[in-house]
């Protein structure tokens, strides 16, 4: 997948290199087999329990550092323009093309769901768990919130709603298009900004809390942890891609689909 030159890249020996590059493998690669995006996000976990620690308990718990985190990385997911969609996707347009895309990132956020909860089961048998265990929610939230982001983002690209900018800017704007659950509507005063607001940080936090929250369903026992993580992310994702393509129809001026045509072919 090609990088959108106006990205913004870590700098050496910036603690945010691996989270980067981990969250860009993670959110990139839909064919990701389960046993590496389990490893990964083991990994993954190791790094954010070290900042966790740093941050300490408060910190965590008000949502405060999942969202820094979530701001931070926001610069280094890849989206695609829509050239690159078409042509990965096989020259499909229009509200097929999105039903694609929002099918992938479902597809996505379900695999996420299912190997965290298949990491879970396996940590339940080990005295580590309640050292690991909130890291690695930490983990597969943040994974599912930045592929929901990128969701977003190309979304944005097919329905022609451009949001111009740095990688800064855009990454910031996504973002809060994702913690309020709207569309962007360029011609909105503020809606194109490099930094977050008040309101827009609030939004962020909570929204990072009700992610955390059900990543929570992954600590089931044995594999039940995986089918529930799995089934609640599917779930949200399409919820969330129903409510961002209305507003970004409204804003791109085309006419609203029927109730329950947003879920056309996302199950086949």
């Avoid at 969202?67 to 323009?81: C, K, S, Y």
């Amino acid at each position: 997948m090609e990088r959108r030159r106006d990205e913004v890249e870590p700098s050496p020996g910036d603690g945010s290199t691996e989270l980067g590059e981990l969250i860009g493998r993670l959110t990139a690669d839909e064919d990701m087999d389960r046993e590496t995006r389990g490893r990964l996000l083991g990994r993954l976990a190791r790094l954010l329990g070290q900042s966790a620690r740093k941050v300490g308990a408060a910190g965590v718990g008000r949502g405060r550092w999942l969202a820094d985190l979530l701001v931070e990385v926001a610069p280094h997911i890849v989206i695609r323009d829509l050239e690159t969609l078409q042509a990965h996707h096989h020259g499909l347009m229009g509200e097929e093309l999105a039903d694609r895309i929002v099918k992938v990132a479902g597809t996505t956020t379900t695999a996420i769901g299912a190997a965290g909860g298949a990491l879970a089961a396996v940590e339940f048998a080990a005295p580590p768990l309640l050292l690991t265990a909130p890291a690695q929610l930490a983990a597969e939230t943040l994974v599912v919130a930045a592929v929901e982001v990128k969701m977003i983002a190309e979304l944005h690209e097919v329905y022609g709603v451009s949001v111009q900018g740095t990688g800064t800017a855009r990454g910031a704007a996504f973002v809060t298009s994702w913690a309020r659950q709207r569309g962007i509507n360029p011609l909105e005063t503020g809606s194109l900004t490099s930094a977050l607001g008040t309101a827009a940080k609030s939004a962020l936090r909570k929204r990072m809390l009700r992610t955390f929250g059900r990543s929570l369903g992954t600590m089931g026992p044995f594999l039940t942890g995986a089918a529930a993580g799995a089934a609640l992310n599917r779930s949200a994702t399409r919820a969330l891609a129903t409510k961002v393509r209305n507003d970004l129809r409204e804003t791109a001026g085309i006419p609203p689909r029927l109730p329950g045509d947003d879920t056309r072919g996302l199950t086949q």
